[in-house]
T-cell receptor
């Protein structure tokens, strides 16, 4: 039973395309996140949702749009992909009730060519 | 003020040695300090965490030392093993909705057999 699952795991696409990454958590958590990890391994938060409500929206281009249909899902849609968008995108969730532990998915490796 | 600094960037240790990774923060409002471990191709996973009301926490071979006055904390891995080779991230957060975690830049640990 994967706690935080995201698809696809690997994605290779051309510049200018639109793509989506889906995320689901079965932990019953109220808060979900999207993180971006670049080639130097820096982990940077992009968005945070609490009970489907946007809580954190860091400085991210408007081409990135999160969608939370319910508190167990947080999808990421990216328009007009650019070379600099190539990175690993991690979905994560937390409850705040168990020591603030964040549970990460295995990542989606996006390569824009 | 939201930054968490981490050093060293990379660390090579012989099997059986002690690995030490240091972190420093500025925001005195942070009240939760976790360490995450990330293996290649996987998402980060919680290793050990501490709150500022204690100066040390030990779990098996892993120990966090916390110095509130200096705003520093460190991870010590005793009897380091090749299986400990991974990237380690320190983090700091505020205990609120959205739990805006701030991650350090990571330390790549290699334990030689």
């Amino acid at each position: 039973d994967t706690a935080v699952s995201q698809t696809p795991k690997y994605l290779v696409t051309q510049m200018g395309n639109d793509k989506s990454i889906k995320c689901e958590q079965n932990l019953g958590h109220d808060t979900m996140y999207w993180y971006k990890q670049d080639s130097k391994k820096f982990l940077k938060i992009m968005f945070s949702y609490n009970n489907k409500e946007l809580i954190i929206n860091e400085t991210v281009p408007n081409r990135f749009s999160p969608k939370s249909p319910d508190k167990a899902h947080l999808n990421l849609h990216i328009n007009s992909l650019e070379l600099g968008d190539s990175a690993v995108y991690f979905c994560a969730s937390s409850s705040g009730g168990d020591g603030n532990t964040i549970y990460f998915g295995e990542g989606s490796w996006l390569t824009v060519v | 003020q939201q930054q968490v600094k981490q050093s060293p960037q990379s660390l090579i240790v012989q099997k059986g040695g002690i690995s030490i990774i240091n972190c420093a923060y500025e925001n005195t409002a942070f009240d939760y300090f976790p360490w995450y471990q990330q293996f290649p191709g996987k998402g980060p996973a919680l290793l050990i965490a501490i709150r500022p009301d204690v100066s040390e926490k030990k779990e098996g071979r892993f120990t966090i030392s916390f110095n509130k006055s200096a705003k520093q904390f460190s991870l010590h891995i005793m009897d380091s093993q090749p299986g400990d080779s991974a990237t380690y991230f320190c983090a700091a957060s505020l205990d609120n909705y959205g739990q805006n975690f701030v991650f350090g830049p990571g330390t790549r640990l290699s334990v030689l057999p």
